[in-house]
């Protein structure tokens, strides 16, 4: 199989059929787009790219990332996407890492300087760039077989050196195909809009649409921007796309603020993140039976659970609450499990560490067998996360297994005690996490950043946990702040945070 050769067959359907937008302008058609791919790839192998010799994308979403993605592929090449918000050393590290042949980046003097120089740096929109985009095109598409490294993707490392997740073309075949089957249809005439970052899962949902000959859409703006959003759902229409919960708060702010209605998004798939029960319900509320979730992670990209656009739209359903506060059930291709730290499987409600096995489960890490071993065991992907499965076997995760709080031995799972303080109508956003004591081992505190024209009360809040959770769970400490740290993809960083607290002066007590 390859992507590309997806785009080939719908180009040879019908070549003028629009495929790449910038806003809402055509620019390029099925058959131009398979040109640019093609001439890209002719540039690139001149240079050394193909099957084993990676190319690396260091740049944010725009129209050229995913002729960069089709030329790679085209030629057999793993694609190395880097997130273009870290440091220049960081980003040279996972050049050299990867062994990346060239990287097509965007600011190329921020990580000249830190590189072996092994990389070629080509910049976006520069001389090269564009002499490469005029090569002579590539006469074939080269196969990319199951188990061909296709996508090497860095974690984010929140702890020591980021990992290179190997994801061959196996697993995003599987990640296509369950796409189709447990999470949203899109036909030719569907357009998916990138506001999540390319870099991450938001680019690899390219490969559905590649495979559905739909049209593939890049906001001008190049990120995430609410009215920008809205306008284009009611201006290109059959609009979908991936948003971090985040973003959907954000979008549902916007549609509420009067900015518009949400016409013309017909799929808004989220995950990455906890989804806070209050604010799926508000999102439904606002902009109706939109919403699709998925569970996943770099290593097993997109594809652990979904929960359906008919679940989550369901309120007549009596466990209606229970399922949207789930992550949803398997993907097709998958096969999950909840065990102990030995890998004992534990019973049904019992919490336990998410295992996963299956077709688009990471072939391992890059030079890493270490990491390799501890993760990928007895044919089992064990994903960090802690969660439940019901007789239904809807999964709930629960936390980060690193986020667990242990206070006087029980455990806290911030993620209850999150939901609860976000109840509270002066708390706009909030993070709970352990915090060090001679006492207890840790207490548990949270960072909450009030609504705007809202003061926040700690003994109403105190009062709300009190009345819903065990009184050990309780946070011992609250602190007030402007925002939240979060890393480029929305997620909170509880690292940073549990970093703050040890800072002598924190703002509030
Ligand atoms: P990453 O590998 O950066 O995509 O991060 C994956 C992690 O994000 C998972 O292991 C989960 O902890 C979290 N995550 C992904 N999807 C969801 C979701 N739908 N709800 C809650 N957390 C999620």
Redesign the pocket.
């Known amino acids: 199989m390859n992507p590309v050769e997806w785009l080939r067959r719908w180009a040879a359907l019908d070549g003028a059929a629009p495929a790449l937008l910038l806003g809402d302008r055509v620019i390029e058609t099925r058959a131009s787009l398979l040109g640019q791919m093609a001439r890209l790839a002719g540039g690139l192998q001149g240079l050394g790219v193909g099957p084993g010799a990676p190319l690396a994308v260091v740049m944010p979403n725009r129209p050229d990332y995913l002729v960069a993605l089709g030329a790679a592929w085209m030629l057999g090449a793993p694609v190395v996407p880097v997130n273009t918000k870290l440091h220049g050393r960081e980003v040279a590290y996972i050049l050299d890492h990867a062994e990346a042949v060239v990287a097509l980046v965007a600011e190329p003097e921020a990580i000249a300087r830190h590189t072996s120089g092994c990389c070629r740096l080509v910049e976006v929109g520069g001389a090269e760039h564009r002499s490469l985009l005029a090569a002579d095109p590539v006469a074939a598409i080269a196969p990319l077989d199951r188990d061909s490294l296709a996508w090497l993707f860095y974690?984010?490392g929140t702890t020591g050196r980021p990992k290179g997740v190997m994801i061959s073309a196996g697993n995003l075949l599987a990640m296509t195909l369950a796409y189709l089957a447990d999470v949203d249809q899109p036909g030719e005439e569907a357009a998916h809009l990138y506001a999540a970052p390319m870099s991450?899962?938001a680019g690899l949902y390219a490969l559905v649409h590649l495979l559905r000959g739909g049209r593939h859409l890049l906001p001008e703006s190049g990120g995430f921007e609410p009215a920008e959003i809205l306008h284009l759902g009611r201006t290109v229409g059959r609009v979908s796309l991936f948003a971090a919960p985040t973003m959907v708060r954000r979008l549902v702010d916007a549609v509420v603020a009067g900015a518009g209605d949400g016409q013309g998004l017909d799929t808004i798939i989220y995950?990455?993140?906890?989804?806070y029960l209050a604010d799926i319900e508000a999102a439904v509320a606002a902009i109706g039976p939109r919403f699709v979730?998925?569970?996943?992670?770099?290593?097993c990209p997109m594809t652990i659970t979904a929960l359906s656009r008919r679940l989550i739209a369901d309120r007549s359903h009596p466990r209606w609450r229970q399922r949207l506060v789930s992550?949803g059930q398997a993907q097709a291709p998958v096969t999950l499990r909840i065990a102990d730290p030995e890998g004992r499987s534990l019973g049904t409600g019992d919490a336990g560490e998410i295992l996963v096995r299956g077709a688009p489960v990471m072939l391992g890490y890059w030079r890493d067998p270490a990491a390799t071993a501890r993760t990928l065991r007895d044919g089992w992907l064990w994903?960090?996360?802690v969660g439940t499965i019901d007789e239904e076997g809807f999964l709930t995760?629960i936390d980060?297994s690193k986020d667990v709080i242990i206070s006087g031995g029980s455990n806290i799972y911030p993620r209850e005690v999150e939901e609860v303080l976000l109840q509270h109508p002066a708390v706009a956003e909030v993070a709970v996490v352990g915090h060090p004591d001679p006492e207890w081992g840790e207490v548990t505190v949270a960072i909450l950043v009030p609504r705007p024209g809202h003061t926040v009360s700690v003994a109403e809040l105190d009062a709300l946990c009190l009345d819903h959770i065990a009184r050990f769970k309780r946070p011992k400490h609250y602190h007030v702040v402007a925002s939240l740290p979060k890393n480029h993809?929305g997620k909170v960083l509880k690292t940073d945070l549990r970093r703050l607290l040890t800072d002598p002066e924190p703002s509030t007590s």
């Not at 995950?271 to 989804?275: C, Q, T, V």
């Not at 979730?293 to 290593?299: D, L, M």
């Open positions: 974690t984010s991450h899962g995950g990455g993140g906890p989804m979730q998925i569970y996943g992670q770099g290593e992550v994903t960090g996360d995760l980060r993809y």
